[in-house]
């Protein structure tokens, strides 16, 4: 059993306290309604979707990302929004999970812009955790094959073939393979991501993704931006938050979780 101690449980209250004050107001989910149906949109995009001054909504979406149910990006001179549902499943977690089945899709931008290496693009989805661990314990998590079958929603096993992650399902078909372009040890992490999943006769289509962590006191933030994403591989984001989630209750918790589907 898992005891939590009094400094996290009012750090927990205080996140939990946020969320809700973020939802409590109709604009406000109403934003989060548009970025659900179009994600990384930029302040202008939100605007027009609201019948309030541009000082209105930059003040909700103030709110949305001080209880991190948003996660900004800025490319060039624009700011784009992305929903992070990662907070919104720590609430099902909590109070609706132990109803339910496990099965329900789980989730996890922003490193210090000095600390960060630069897209000269925008992601195509962004997911953003906090996770009770060390930098070194999440880094290891991230690049060490032995330990991931702990936390993937799909793959029990992993091996590691020079700079290339390969994923085998348990009936040892090969389902992923993510090739590590670029390195900042501890801090950041870009690699490809070519699924494999369609079969052989499917012909590949490669997108790219970038793991940035930043520490903060007992606790790490770990922000995934995926680029990229070809037509009809959408359903990526799903498998992310499965494999998010698994991720953090391993690190937190000790114990191996992997959010499969509930096929």
């Known amino acids: 059993m898992t005891i939590l101690s009094r400094e996290y449980l009012v750090t927990y209250k205080a996140s939990m306290d946020a969320i809700f ?76 999970e132990p109803l339910l089945a496990r099965s329900a899709a789980r989730a996890m931008a922003d490193l210090k812009q000095e600390l960060e290496k630069p897209m000269s693009k925008k992601p195509d989805f962004v997911m953003q955790t906090f996770i009770r661990c060390t930098q070194d314990a999440l880094w290891d998590a991230l690049t060490k094959p032995e330990g991931m079958a702990n936390y993937h929603f799909m793959a029990n096993r992993i091996e590691l073939e020079g700079n290339q992650l390969i994923y085998y399902t348990p009936d040892d078909n090969k389902m992923l393979v993510c090739t590590s372009i670029a390195e900042t040890p501890k801090t950041r992490i870009e690699s490809t991501f070519e699924p494999h999943w369609a079969g052989p006769d499917v012909p590949l289509a490669k997108s790219s993704f970038v793991y940035l962590i930043e520490p903060e006191g007992p606790q790490c933030k770990l922000t995934l931006e995926h680029y990229d994403i070809p037509e009809g591989q959408e359903g990526v984001t799903d498998g992310w938050a499965r494999m998010m989630s698994g991720l953090k209750t391993w690190l937190e918790t000790g114990e191996p979780a992997n959010f499969g589907s509930a096929a």
């Open 21 to 96: 004050k973020a939802l409590n107001d109709p604009a406000r989910r109403a934003l989060l309604d548009s970025l659900r149906a179009k994600d990384g949109q930029s302040l202008m995009e939100l605007e027009e979707q609201l019948d309030m001054t541009r000082f209105g909504v930059m003040k909700h979406l103030k709110v949305l990302e001080d209880a991190n149910l948003i996660v900004p990006r800025k490319v060039g001179r624009f700011k784009y929004h992305y929903l992070n549902a990662m907070p919104l499943q720590e609430v099902i977690d909590r109070w609706v």
